[in-house]
């Protein structure tokens, strides 16, 4: 049996090492290290709204910063996306890699006075699978059987070899709720978590009050906080000014007033990227020198520097440097800027002069500024690109597989193999086209049958290569989460992932 307990996530140091070197700034000099307050609340503003606090429903990893707090999921991540211990103590697989063993924690119960154990389990992963709507029902689908060993053991019994299963049960999928509150999740969430919901208004705010018997008494510093959604930068920025909230995301043009207005911003790098995805099954597209050319078309250090002020990282692959997935031999600039080539390669494949290209847009300002920014640069090499307008990017550019390619940014997953099945395989949900090759085909099926540490990194490496030299993406850049807060907020870190948590967080007394 291998037991996965504390699995690290291998370069973290080296990907923050590299982010200060290259203008991203870990500033925590004004984050209070006073007393905290244990009656204090602790405000703050997402960028995006959340329609159900249901986490079998909620349709994004974005609404993760809201989910957290109420719901434990069975393993957690910490904020250097390593495994650690949840609501499952220890977890191991088979020596056949067949089947998942988690060890369960005692003595939990859900705010509603509902017992945790094993029944809890079996109850949430089967309604993940089943339930109509869900969102997690794919990323469950390796388990084919959940077998209650006793009050608190489980076995989870695949389909076959699934080494990234214990990633997946980090988020949404792996979140436990209490069964007694199925029926109403959406608006009166029930989990175990650090805190509770006390008023939720859909889209826009929810208060959550401490969970005085968590299991783990420090995590809930703050006896209150209150999240609101405002999507403008500037209004977050504003916000924060008034006194209104004491922590938010910032747009990176907002950085520099942030840090003259006196506050602390923190910027790192994160798993997330943006990309120009294209559509595969499109004319042309289906050409690895069209792809290839498109790549050559885009001034990625021009766009960091324009569109983010230098708070973010050029890419060619969809994992950044430093982290285990990255392949150096391919390295930042395989695809270097280069106009001239690319015009060679679109010739080559025959593409005509001023052939067009639909481009998708999300209707939010920084997806506009990027797709007007591409367009240009495409222009350059005979593209003409068209970029339409919408408000369900998703369902637009993958549901209904319109347009040729969307500018828009990967939120990233805790394991690769979750981003390359999404993203990269034939079945992907957000792969629009369900175009792939057969080279990441067969790697990534060793990938998620192998659960050999190391083996697993090379695997992730491989395809990270391969994905970039057969040109399935446009990775553009990763760029850096600036956290942005009061001198009155104690414990607030950057989290890799991309998803802040909200453990240890509170307000200094005063």
């Not at 469950?140 to 214990?166: C, F, M, Q, W």
């Not at 973010?312 to 430093?322: I, L, S, Y």
């Not at 052939?355 to 495409?378: F, G, K, M, R, V």
């Amino acid at each position: 049996m291998k037991v996965w307990r504390h699995i690290a996530v291998v370069g973290v140091v080296a990907l923050l090492a590299a982010a200060c070197s290259s203008g991203g700034t870990a500033n925590t000099n004004g984050n209070r290290s006073g007393e905290l307050d244990p009656n204090g609340t602790f405000r703050f503003a997402d960028t995006l709204p959340i329609e159900t606090l249901d986490p079998h429903t909620s349709p994004g990893a974005g609404n993760n910063v809201w989910l957290f707090p109420v719901y434990d999921r069975l393993i957690h991540l910490n904020e250097e996306a390593e495994l650690v211990p949840g609501l499952a103590t220890e977890w191991q697989f088979s020596d056949d890699g067949r089947t998942l063993a988690l060890t369960l924690r005692q003595g939990v119960t859900f705010t509603d006075g509902t017992p945790f154990n094993a029944e809890a389990v079996k109850a949430n992963l089967e309604r993940g699978q089943t339930l109509e709507g869900s969102a997690v029902a794919a990323e469950l689908a390796v388990i084919k059987e959940v077998e209650i060993v006793d009050e608190y053991h489980v076995n989870l019994h695949l389909t076959g070899v699934h080494s990234s299963l214990p990633y997946v049960l980090t988020d949404r999928a792996g979140a436990i709720a209490s069964p007694a509150a199925f029926d109403n999740l959406s608006r009166a969430p029930v989990g175990t978590g650090m805190y509770k919901v006390v008023e939720y208004q859909p889209g826009s705010r929810a208060v959550y009050e401490r969970n005085d018997d968590y299991w783990d008494p420090d995590a809930a510093a703050a006896a209150r906080m209150e999240f609101t959604t405002i999507t403008d930068s500037l209004q977050r920025l504003n916000a924060l000014r008034s006194g209104s909230i004491d922590a938010t995301i910032l747009a990176a043009n907002d950085v520099a007033a942030a840090q003259q207005a006196g506050f602390v911003v923190d910027s790192q790098p994160i798993l997330q990227f943006f990309h120009l995805q294209l559509n595969l099954s499109k004319p042309y597209l289906d050409d690895v020198r069209v792809r290839q050319a498109i790549n050559h078309a885009i001034n990625r250090e021009e766009l960091v520097q324009g569109l983010l002020f230098g708070l973010g990282e050029p890419a060619v692959q969809p994992f950044p440097r430093g982290y285990f997935a990255f392949d150096e031999e391919i390295g930042t600039d395989y695809y270097e800027y280069n106009p001239d080539k690319a015009r060679q390669l679109l010739a080559d494949a025959g593409v005509p002069e001023g052939y067009e290209l639909e481009l998708i847009n999300q209707n939010a300002p920084q997806y506009t500024q990027l797709s007007e920014a591409i367009q240009a640069q495409l222009a350059d090499v005979g593209l003409n690109a068209t970029i339409t307008q919408s408000t369900i990017f998703a369902n637009t550019f993958y549901v209904e597989g319109e347009g040729d390619a969307g500018a828009i940014n990967w939120t990233g997953r805790p394991d690769p193999a979750q981003t390359i099945a999404l993203l990269y395989t034939e079945t992907g949900f957000a792969n629009p086209g369900g175009v792939t090759t057969d080279e990441v085909a067969t790697l990534y099926e060793q990938l998620v049958a192998t659960t050999d540490e190391a083996a697993r990194a090379d695997l992730a490496r491989q395809l990270s290569r391969q994905i970039t030299l057969d040109a399935l993406d446009v990775v553009l850049y990763f760029p850096y989460e600036n956290v942005a807060y009061s001198d009155r907020v104690i414990g607030l870190r950057p989290w890799l992932a991309g998803k802040l948590e909200f453990r240890g967080v509170g307000i200094a007394a005063g």
